[in-house]
């Protein structure tokens, strides 16, 4: 056995680790300064200039943000002899925070020409992932690693064709072949900016969307949190990721009706506003949560529907702190030890908690939480291309969101209406899966499709009787015995030989054994019996069967039936097995501007189960 194979040392071998690939909702960025004139020390103070810059622009830049796990850091390492910049952030469920760091990185890119940064996250090469609209054909996930690179603002490829020390670049790059490319070659990477318009799209509105994603909410807390809170906002990240992953057993402290245990008691309440992060806001609205016992009486005491709110989600932000704090899994972490150092000056009398005139001076304008109400039709129309925003209109939802909505449904479009692309997708030549001869020519199979022949009318028609669909006349129907169609010699224009005529005819006969079986089986065969056969109940709701004169024949002979019942009926069963959730049938069907109603039988049961 070859342990080697893999690139893999095994165990008494020199292990190494295994392969390394990052965890989940996570981003790596990497800044390289490649200049081969350049010393070590030269190269480690200016990337330490460039880490300084970069903590000055953060805090300018992200002053009052708030990163839903990790924020953007820089540490100077080496790595294969050569020192550079890196950082790695968990952005957990925001996604905002990831264009966060591309925006950052991209903004020290035009800063400092001389860098040349690298970005992954979880999913690999994640630029190339939103350009793949635009991308050639001959980039794919075996060979964009380490090919994708941010420099002065621009998003650069090195490209696949380039001879290097006698050899193909066409393959996968390591990192040493990459950055000897860009320290050689750099001028001959590839700038398109179509692509780096779809990469960099999300980047569209920075840097005004940084306090976009931000929202404020009246919330009554206990004073002491309030006190936290003011010392450092970034805290409610964690308590509301706290309460959002709770467990039974982080639960059992809030399960105590005493109270002189709590870090946070439910007393000496005061009513401020908190600022959140829109995705851990929206989390904590979502959950439901069942009344502790100390709070009961907070929330009986309410009495409008803002005051209710406002304890309520009050409850749940102090319940997250108190999660937080309390369990013994978190007492190693940075942002529990600073809370209970807060806590201990408040206990030890050191720190004075703040007045109510002090909070209030403190507080920040109540947002509208209209982003999170959206209509489902209104989202449908989004989808379909017809909702407000696509016409000038206020839209739905978060309005930094109905662009990548509307560019999703455009793309969707566009696949649609593609002509080349096949039932897998693209089926476009790819370059790098040619096969090539020594000097790097192209080699091209004498037999590859050269008499292939296609008739959309012929397979139309089979298809058509396959389906189970009527043929329009006659004629056609007769017309799905296959007809071999001869092709004309490039030279002379003569048909092909007796041999091929002999081809062509047993294709015809295996053809038309084929279709044999299938009438035999009743596949192909379309009638009154067998409409009447497969419909039962609701099913002859769908349309009016033909009726029978007294001499058996239907009066609607010679007619085109309106209605298909094979078909109707196969659809309305697809429909039907969704049961209310998204699939083949129904988008289908919302794709041809039809909207299925419910099964009538299904609204009476789940009516009469209700009642």
Request: proline share 5%; glycine share 6%.
């Amino acid at each position: 056995m070859n342990t080697t194979s893999n690139d893999l040392k095994w165990f008494g071998e020199g292990f190494d680790g295994f392969p390394k690939r990052l965890p989940d909702d996570c981003i790596e960025y990497s800044i390289y300064i490649l200049d081969s004139m350049l010393q070590d020390s030269t190269l480690r103070e200016q990337l330490q200039q460039v880490q300084k810059t970069t903590h000055d622009l953060t805090k300018t830049l992200l002053k009052e943000y708030i990163w839903q796990r990790d924020p953007f850091r820089l540490e100077l390492v080496q790595e294969d002899g050569l020192s550079l910049l890196r950082g790695k952030s968990n952005y957990g469920d925001s996604v905002e925070d990831e264009w966060l760091v591309v925006y950052i990185l991209r903004h020290l890119s035009v800063r400092f020409p001389e860098l040349w940064i690298k970005t992954i996250d979880t999913d690999g090469e994640f630029l190339l992932i939103e350009a793949a609209n635009a991308l050639p054909p001959w980039i794919n996930p075996e060979i964009a690693e380490n090919r994708v690179w941010i420099s002065r603002g621009h998003l650069l490829i090195i490209p696949h064709y380039v001879v290097e020390k006698g050899r193909h670049l066409s393959g996968a790059l390591t990192p040493r072949e990459a950055h000897q490319f860009i320290m050689k070659d750099s001028s001959r990477m590839l700038l398109s900016p179509s692509i780096e318009a779809e990469a960099f799209y999300r980047l569209r509105n920075y840097p005004e969307q940084i306090s976009d994603n931000l929202h404020h909410a009246s919330v009554k807390i206990p004073r002491r949190l309030v006190y936290v809170l003011h010392d450092n906002a970034a805290y409610i990240s964690p308590a509301v990721e706290a309460f959002y992953l709770r467990d039974p057993i982080a639960l059992r402290p809030l399960q105590l009706n005493v109270t002189e245990n709590f870090a946070f008691p439910p007393k000496d309440l005061v009513t401020t506003t908190v600022k959140f992060t829109k995705v851990g806001f929206a989390q904590l609205k979502s959950q439901l949560f069942p009344t502790p016992p100390s709070w009961a009486d907070v929330l009986a005491k309410a009495s409008t529907a803002k005051s209710m709110a406002e304890a309520d989600l009050g409850m749940k932000v102090t319940a997250g702190f108190e999660m937080l704090v309390s369990d013994p899994q978190n007492q190693d972490r940075k942002d529990v030890r600073e809370i209970e150092l807060l806590l201990e000056d408040i206990c030890s009398g050191e720190e004075k908690l703040p007045s109510d005139e002090t909070i209030q001076s403190w507080a920040y304008p109540e947002d509208n939480e209209a982003w999170l109400e959206i209509d489902f039709n209104d989202f449908e129309k989004e989808l379909a291309g017809k909702g407000a925003g696509f016409v000038g209109g206020k839209g739905f939802g978060d309005t930094s969101k109905q662009g990548i909505i509307r560019k999703m449904v455009s793309r969707f479009e566009d696949f649609l209406n593609d002509d080349d692309v096949g039932s897998e997708g693209d089926d476009s030549s790819d370059d790098t899966d040619m096969d090539t001869d020594e000097d790097g020519s192209s080699i091209v199979s004498e037999t590859e499709d050269k008499e292939l022949i296609f008739d959309e009318v012929q397979f139309a028609t089979m298809m058509r009787e396959m389906m189970g669909l009527q043929a329009e006349t006659e004629s056609a129907r007769s017309s799905v015995r296959y007809t071999p169609v001869q092709p004309l010699d490039c030279n002379n224009g003569e048909t092909h030989d007796a041999g091929d005529s002999n081809e062509d005819e047993e294709i015809r006969q295996l053809t038309e054994a084929m279709e044999a079986e299938l009438q035999d089986a009743g596949v192909l065969k379309i009638d009154d019996a067998s409409v009447a056969s497969g419909l039962d109940g609701n099913d002859r709701k769908l349309g009016p069967r033909p009726t029978l004169d007294s001499e058996g024949e239907s009066e609607t002979e010679d007619k085109e039936i309106d209605l298909d019942y094979h078909l109707a009926k196969n659809l309305l069963e697809s429909f039907k097995s969704q049961a209310g959730m998204a699939g083949p049938g129904g988008n289908l069907m919302g794709l041809m501007g039809v909207q299925m109603p419910l099964d009538k039988d299904d609204c009476d049961d789940t009516a009469g189960g209700d009642g």
